[in-house]
């Protein structure tokens, strides 16, 4: 197998993985909604699986992506441009919105609930950062996939 083979089977595995475990968070959320006693547990598994897999997952997404596009294609097409710049939004979105809005719903909702009157504000606000990175990511996929010029 060839180094840019390699590169890619990497890229790839990260992908899925990355993506993956922020998706399936999204969906253990909701679920522990329903049953605000495993909401804590729920909401520290989240901020984990972000911190362990998502974001590094991202970064290495973007060096190999970066050392793809370099060897193989051109950091000057559109597609490439386009999904580096969001990927990067989107960390930045992780790293200074999402991580934080995680911290704070952990401790509202071990102290004070769901019943708290900044747990809608909070959670309001992880929602939108939250849907609008995955929604990026749908983006990163879309340009990948499709290549457009």
Do not use: N
Request: hydrophobic share 60%; no cysteine.
């Amino acid at each position: 197998m060839t180094l840019y083979l390699t590169v890619k089977f990497v890229h790839v595995l990260v992908a899925i993985v990355a993506v993956g475990s922020s998706a399936g968070s999204s969906l253990w959320l909701r679920l522990a909604m329903r049953s605000p006693a495993h909401l804590p547990f729920a909401l520290r598994t989240t901020k984990f699986l972000d911190e362990v897999l998502t974001r590094p997952g991202l970064i290495v997404l973007l060096v190999t992506g970066l050392w793809m596009a370099a060897s193989r294609w051109s950091l000057a097409l559109f597609w490439v441009r386009s999904a580096v710049i969001l990927v990067a939004i989107v960390l930045v979105v992780l790293y200074l919105v999402v991580g934080p809005l995680l911290q704070r719903l952990i401790r509202l909702a071990e102290v004070e609930g769901l019943a708290s009157s900044r747990w809608a504000r909070l959670d309001r606000a992880f929602e939108v950062a939250g849907g609008a990175s995955g929604l990026i990511i749908v983006m990163v996929v879309w340009l990948m996939v499709t290549k457009p010029s």
